[in-house]
C-alpha cells in the first residue's frame, strides 16, 4: 500500500506529499531500492502520458520535483550512486542556442529513469562537451539540443567534434530539438534521435544497456 | 481585382476571394506607440536589455528574435506568492502629443486597400513566464492558482488601460497579438488549464477591441494549439496566425472553417534555414496551397512578422504563393 501511495503521489505530482510518504513506506520496511524503482516507474508513466498527449509540461515538471523531494529522503538509505544507477548523461544545448526548456524536460526524464545528468545548460561552447567527457570518462550519453535552424549547424559542429575524439567509441551521442528529424540526425552521424522527452529517456536507457 | 481587404474578407468569409491573400498583405502594422518608445527594446546582436516591467533581454546574432533572461538574478518575480513585491507596472500616461506621430502613421495608410493594424507582444501567458521564469511559472499554475489568477488579471487590467488608448488614438481596424501557447506538438498547458486562466483574460481584452471599433483579430502563435482552437473561436479570434502543419490544416479548415481562418501551413523551421533554395520553398508553398485549399486559409511562414531569418525566404514564399493564386482560382 505504501509503495503504492509513493508511486500514485509522484504520478499525480505531489510534491508536498512525497517526503512524507517516502518516510512512511520506509518506516514500514520497505525497502528504499524498491522505493527508488516504484518512482522511477512512476516517471515512466508519466512520460508515456506526457508523450500521448494525456499530460503536458506542467504535470511532467511537477512529478519530476515529487520524484527529487522522494529521492532526498531516499538518498542516505541507498547504496552510494544508486539513484544514478545507470550511468552519466552530459546534456546541454549547443552553442548559440538559449532554448532551455525542452533541453530541461529531456535532462529531467533522464534522471528520473535512473541516470546521473551532468546539465551544461544552454549555448555550450564544443569544448566544454568535450572537456566534461573528459572529466567524466565514464560517461555513457551526450545528449545535445539545438531549437532552431540557425543553430542545427552548431549541433552539426558538436557531433562532428564529438565524432573525431579518439574516445567516441565509449559513448553514445543522441541529439534533439524542433527542427532536428532523424534524417538529419543519421546525417550528421548522432547515434540516435528521439522527438520528445519521454522518448528521450528510453532511448537513452536502451543504449546505455 | 479585389483589394486587399475584399480579398481577405472573401477568404475567410469562405465567398469567392480572387486569389491567395499573400501572407501579411492584408495586414498594415503600425511598428509603434509612446509604450513601445519609452522602454528600450532589445534590438538584433544585444545583451541583457532591461525593458517594460523589469525584464531582461538578450537577442543573439543569428536569432529570430529575443529571449528572456532568468539567472537566478534576473527572475522578476523571485516569489510567486508576493508577486506585488515584484513587479514594476509600465507607465500608461501618454498624451495626444506623445501619441502625434503614431496616429500620423496610421493615417497614412489607405484603409480602403489595407487594415490599420496595432500590435501587441507579448502576450499574457509569455508575461507570465518573461515574469517568473517558463517553469517557474508552469508549475505555479498548480501550486499557487490563486496567485497566478490574481497576476493574470493584474496583466489584463493594464493591458486593458493600454487598449483604451490604442484604439483613442490609433482607432486600428485590426490587432495582431502575439501569444505563443504550444510547442510544435503540443500546448504548454492542458486546454482546461487554458480555460481556466488564459481564456477569460482574452475574452476581456479582444472583447475590448471588438467592441470599441476593431473588426478583426489576428492572433500568433507559431505552435500546435488545434485543441485551443474552439476557446480561439470564443475569444474573438478571428485568424488564428502562425499555425503549424502539427496542427492538421486541412481538418481544422473543415472543422471550424467560417467560423475561423488558418493563416500559415508553411512552418518557418522548414524553410527559413540556411541551406534553403527556391526549389525548397516552392514544393513547399506548393503542398501547402494544395492541402489546405483557398478558403478559410492564408499561406503564410509561421513567422510572427513579415520577415525571414534568412534573406531572401519570406519573398521567395510571397512569389510562390503568387504562382498558387493562378493555380487555384
Given amino acids: 500500500m505504501s509503495m503504492e501511495k509513493v508511486n500514485d503521489l509522484v504520478t499525480r505530482g505531489k510534491a508536498k506529499l512525497v517526503p512524507a510518504a517516502v518516510q512512511e513506506a520506509l518506516d514500514e520496511g520497505c525497502e528504499a531500492g524498491a522505493l527508488l524503482d516504484t518512482m522511477i516507474a512512476a516517471m515512466d508513466v508519466v512520460g508515456e502520458n506526457f508523450k500521448n498527449g494525456t499530460i503536458f509540461v506542467p504535470e511532467m515538471l511537477i512529478a519530476a520535483k515529487a520524484m527529487k523531494k522522494g529521492v532526498e529522503v531516499l538518498k542516505p538509505h541507498l547504496a552510494s550512486g544508486a539513484s544514478g544507477a545507470l550511468g552519466k548523461v552530459i546534456i546541454g544545448t549547443v552553442a548559440g542556442d538559449l532554448h532551455d526548456i525542452g533541453k530541461n524536460l529531456v535532462a529531467m526524464m533522464i534522471e528520473s529513469a535512473g541516470f546521473e545528468v551532468i546539465d551544461l545548460g544552454v549555448d555550450v561552447p564544443i569544448e566544454n562537451f568535450l572537456r566534461t567527457y573528459e572529466e567524466n570518462p565514464d560517461t555513457k550519453i551526450i545528449a545535445c539540443s539545438a531549437l532552431l535552424t540557425t543553430t542545427m549547424p552548431a549541433l552539426q559542429q558538436t557531433v562532428a567534434a564529438i565524432n573525431e575524439a579518439s574516445w567516441r567509441s565509449k559513448v553514445k551521442v543522441m541529439v534533439g530539438g524542433a527542427p532536428i528529424t532523424q534524417e538529419f540526425a543519421d546525417t550528421i552521424g548522432a547515434d540516435a534521435y528521439t522527438p520528445d522527452a519521454a522518448s528521450a529517456a528510453k532511448k537513452a536507457k536502451e543504449l546505455a544497456a | ?329
Fill in chain 2, 1 to 329: 481585382m479585389l483589394t486587399k481587404r475584399q480579398n481577405f474578407l472573401e477568404t475567410i468569409r469562405g465567398g469567392k476571394p480572387d486569389r491567395y491573400v499573400n501572407q501579411y498583405e492584408y495586414l498594415n502594422i503600425v511598428m509603434g506607440t509612446p509604450f513601445l518608445a519609452k522602454y528600450p527594446v532589445v534590438a538584433y546582436g544585444q545583451e541583457n536589455v532591461v525593458g517594460a516591467w523589469g525584464v531582461t533581454w538578450t537577442w543573439p546574432e543569428g536569432f529570430p528574435g529575443g529571449f528572456p533572461v532568468h539567472t537566478p538574478d534576473k527572475i522578476v518575480i523571485k516569489d510567486i506568492e508576493n508577486w506585488r513585491d515584484y513587479i514594476q507596472e509600465p507607465d500608461l500616461n501618454y498624451t495626444e502629443e506623445d501619441w502625434a506621430p503614431y496616429v500620423a502613421m496610421a493615417e497614412k495608410i489607405d484603409r480602403k486597400e489595407e487594415y490599420v493594424t496595432a500590435i501587441l507582444a507579448p502576450g499574457i501567458f509569455e508575461m507570465c513566464h518573461h515574469l517568473l521564469e517558463i517553469q517557474n511559472c508552469l508549475m505555479a499554475f498548480y501550486e499557487y492558482p490563486d496567485e497566478m489568477h490574481e497576476l493574470i488579471d493584474f496583466l489584463a487590467d493594464w493591458e486593458l488601460r493600454y487598449a483604451e488608448q490604442i484604439c483613442k488614438y490609433l482607432k486600428p481596424d485590426a490587432v495582431f497579438h502575439h501569444d505563443d501557447w504550444g510547442s510544435q506538438i503540443s500546448t504548454f498547458i492542458s486546454p482546461e488549464m487554458f480555460r481556466e486562466f488564459i481564456k477569460p483574460a482574452y475574452e476581456k481584452i479582444y472583447g475590448y477591441f471588438k467592441s470599441h471599433g476593431v473588426e478583426i483579430i489576428v492572433h500568433h502563435s507559431d505552435s500546435y494549439a488545434a485543441t485551443l482552437v474552439p476557446d480561439m473561436i470564443d475569444m474573438g479570434i478571428d485568424v488564428w496566425q502562425g499555425v503549424m502543419n502539427t496542427n492538421n490544416i486541412p481538418e481544422l479548415i473543415e472543422k471550424y472553417g467560417g467560423k475561423i481562418t488558418f493563416m500559415g501551413g508553411i512552418d518557418s523551421a522548414s524553410v527559413d534555414r540556411p541551406d534553403w533554395t527556391p526549389k525548397l520553398v516552392a514544393a513547399e508553398v506548393q503542398k501547402t496551397c494544395k492541402n489546405c485549399g483557398n478558403k478559410y486559409f492564408i499561406p503564410n511562414l509561421s513567422q510572427g512578422l513579415a520577415v525571414s531569418t534568412f534573406p531572401g525566404v519570406y519573398e521567395a514564399v510571397s512569389a510562390e504563393i503568387d504562382k498558387m493564386s493562378k493555380e487555384m482560382f
